[in-house]
Nanobody, 127 residues
Framework: QVQLVESGGGLVQPGGSLRLSCGAS????????IGWFRQAPGKEREGVSC????????YYADSVKGRFTISRDKAKNTVYLQMNRLKPEDTAVYYC????????????????????WGQGTQVTVST
């Protein structure tokens, strides 16, 4: 059974950090790019970051550039999103998703292009 599972969300104060994990089971991520998306109440799901498997190329939305870092551990079949200097506007449910993408280059794609999704993990940035 193909499955993506996110973990690492929680409540953090502004300026704090969290690391999200996205673990895959039932398939390997070898030919997939992994994207992180987020959805705040009343808003559309938006792309935050993505990373390819072939050459590790990454993409970041302008709103998180310089604060978030995406990485992958191929041996663990896991992708991470390190989130630093968190702001209240980062509050959302964060989802990871897998896109069949055995290529190098820009992995930025629309929500509907992704093949598999996790269930999401809540990130709340508040005092």
């Amino acid at each position: 059974q193909v499955q993506l599972v996110e973990s690492g969300g929680g409540l953090v104060q502004p300026g704090g950090s969290l690391r999200l994990s996205c673990g895959a089971s039932g398939f390997t991520l070898d030919s997939y790019a992994i994207g992180w998306f987020r959805q705040a109440p009343g808003k559309e799901r938006e792309g935050v970051s993505c990373i390819t498997n072939s050459d590790g190329s990454s993409y970041y939305a302008d709103s998180v550039k310089g604060r978030f870092t995406i990485s992958r551990d191929k041996a663990k079949n896991t992708v991470y999103l390190q989130m630093n200097r968190l702001k209240p506007e980062d509050t959302a449910v964060y989802y990871c998703a897998a896109l069949f993408f055995p290529y190098s280059g820009n992995c930025q794609r629309a929500v509907l292009d992704y093949d598999y999704w996790g269930q999401g993990t809540q990130v709340t940035v508040s005092t």
